[in-house]
């Protein structure tokens, strides 16, 4: 059977019973399979097979598959891109997707919050949809997402931006008061207010 500890050459054998179930027409089959290959693939860090994988996959599942498959292959590849801090290419892989499936899911929520940098609705969203949306190796790249330096340096830059915009907001209030206050005391001198 396949070996955990040796995920490269449990994904060649898997690969290969793919090909073998494609020729004998075994299509429920092979959607078991092409999952194992692609959370092999995922495990391995071989993040350009998983995507092959996952389009490969897309015609069967079309066939036979249900909507919550096709849902879990699409976030898995728009955290993909994510993880290498591709928003873009995880933007325009979601909307070939969408106007290939008809489906509805929480992708585009996932893609805003990303490029909002939102830390705490992220994580919540990792916690509360996509733990229960996506199979553990793309969890697993969701939760390296959150914890890579590159997530926190830039949550941490808006922040700072986010204060200096406040700090600029509070100072031009200050000022618009000010200036209001001038006008009304020329309008009404010695205290005719």
Not at 40 to 51: C, D, F, G, Q, R
Not at 52 to 65: A, C, H, P, T, V
Request: charged share 30%.
């Amino acid at each position: 059977m396949l070996k955990s500890s040796d995920p490269e050459s449990s994904l060649k054998l898997v690969k290969r019973a793919i090909q073998v179930a494609e020729v004998e027409d075994k299509n429920h089959q092979l959607v078991t399979m092409y999952e194992n290959a692609v959370n092999l693939s995922l495990k391995i860090n071989n993040y350009t097979e998983a995507v092959q994988l996952i389009d490969s996959s897309y015609e069967l599942l079309e066939k036979i598959g249900t909507s919550e498959q096709i849902i879990r292959y699409i976030l898995t590849v728009c955290l993909i891109h994510l993880s290498k801090d591709d928003w873009v290419s995880a933007k325009n892989y979601l909307e070939k997707m969408k106007q290939r499936f008809s489906l509805s899911c929480r992708a585009d929520e996932l893609l805003e919050i990303y490029d909002e940098k939102e830390d705490e609705k992220f994580k919540d969203l990792i916690k509360n949809y996509l733990s229960y949306a996506v199979d553990n190796e793309a969890l697993k790249i969701a939760n390296r997402i959150i914890k890579s330096k590159e997530w926190i340096s830039s949550i941490q830059e808006t922040k700072v931006m986010q204060s200096h915009t406040n700090n600029q907001t509070d100072q031009t209030s200050h000022l618009n008061e000010k200036k209001s206050q001038q006008v009304d005391e020329e309008e009404f001198p010695d205290g005719l207010l």
